[in-house]
């Protein structure tokens, strides 16, 4: 694995969806780290033009229970809208419910000792591709 192998592991849960997946995002973080990650990220769901009628599409199909409180809370994290665009809000939302997945989310990831901070980039990784050419690049 890759954690076995000291690479830095990071988790990314997204999207958040609310009554859908968000009641999983502790049981989501405990797994990740169990299975040696050792950072985490979150995203709300987003809900940009086109994708938002065939997510209540979906959402009717396979959560009929649940649709319109889903649908009202996504409303609620977003200022009364499907999505908004702001940059800093779209990733999260804003709004109580916002404040209290954030809150769950980075105490379950404490919990494990989960790092805020990207792990440095290993630029050694990489090379450049060699050309097929026989003759060198100058540069």
């Known amino acids: ?13 997204a999207p958040v969806i609310p009554f859908i997946n968000e009641p999983e995002i502790e049981s989501i973080i405990d797994a990740a780290a169990d299975a040696g990650a050792r950072s985490a990220h979150y995203t709300v769901v987003r809900l940009p033009w086109e994708v938002s009628p065939l ?3 979906w959402l009717g199909a396979h959560f009929p ?3 319109q409180r889903v649908m009202n809370r996504i409303r609620e994290m977003r200022g009364g809208k499907n999505y908004d665009a702001k940059f800093g809000q779209r990733m999260t939302g804003e709004g109580t419910w916002a404040r209290l997945i954030e809150q769950r989310f980075r105490r379950a990831s404490a ?24 003759q060198l690049d100058l540069f």
């Open 1 to 13: 694995t890759l954690a076995g192998a000291g690479v830095p592991v990071r988790v990314n849960l």
């Open 55 to 57: 997510f209540e599409e």
């Open 65 to 67: 229970d649940r649709a």
């Open 111 to 134: 919990r494990h000792g989960f790092s805020d901070a990207w792990p440095a980039l290993r630029v050694d990784l990489f090379a450049p591709p060699r050309s097929a050419r026989p």
